[in-house]
């Protein structure tokens, strides 16, 4: 598994460091540090971490059930809603 934050995009509502606090910590009050390379037993707390990011600024490669880098379809586009 792989992760990846749009530090840009991240807003620093450290959801993911609530959810996950091994993989993601804010360092101060609006720095993240996070490990890219999580255990394998982290596996459940990264996809509720993901899954609450309210920026959507983390990808993860590898996790299945959580938004993983794929593309989300568009509105207006077949397969979209």
């Known amino acids: 598994?792989?992760?990846v934050v749009d530090l840009n995009k991240c807003q620093g509502y450290a959801q993911c460091a609530f959810l996950a606090?091994?993989?993601f910590?804010?360092?101060g009050e609006e720095s993240l540090v996070y490990d890219p390379h999580?255990?394998?037993q982290q596996?459940?707390?990264v996809a509720?971490?993901?899954?609450a990011c309210p920026v959507q600024?983390?990808?993860a490669d590898g996790l299945r059930g959580a938004r993983e880098s794929a593309p989300r379809p568009?509105?207006?586009v077949p397969g979209g809603r």
């Open 57 to 59: 600024a983390i990808t």
């Open 38 to 40: 999580p255990e394998e």
């Open 1 to 3: 598994m792989r992760l």
């Open 25 to 27: 910590a804010m360092h």
């Open 43 to 45: 596996r459940e707390r």
């Open 21 to 23: 606090p091994d993989v």
């Open 74 to 76: 568009a509105l207006g």
């Open 48 to 51: 509720r971490a993901v899954a």
